[in-house]
């Protein structure tokens, strides 16, 4: 997932991530974003953090537009799987444990 802070023009803030099942509806919209997150954490398992960092920027700046921000933050959100003992003692797959966030960067509306 990437989640997001936008800081509007007026000092609001609105906070969401990507891909939501609520918000990229049809299904076919939710894969479309589903698969932007994927490649971009491709990119950074791959080091290649010069195209992680202008895919970051690109969906930096259509947030902004969309929000009409003046700032977004960005983080990455990976979920790593709980190992066989913490399954055995009951741990659920959504445990917020098991999520770890990477910030992608801050990034001014242009």
Known sequence: LVRYEVVRKDGSEVKGYFPDRDQNWP???YHRHFMMTE???GFLESGDQ???DKHSASYANHLNRVHRGKEVRLFLVRHQLPSPDEVV?????DDPSLYREKP???FQAL
């Open 89 to 93: 003692k009951g741990m659920k797959l």
């Open 39 to 41: 490649h971009l954490n």
């Open 104 to 106: 992608l960067g801050t």
């Open 50 to 52: 010069e195209l992680a």
């Open 27 to 29: 299904r076919l919209m």
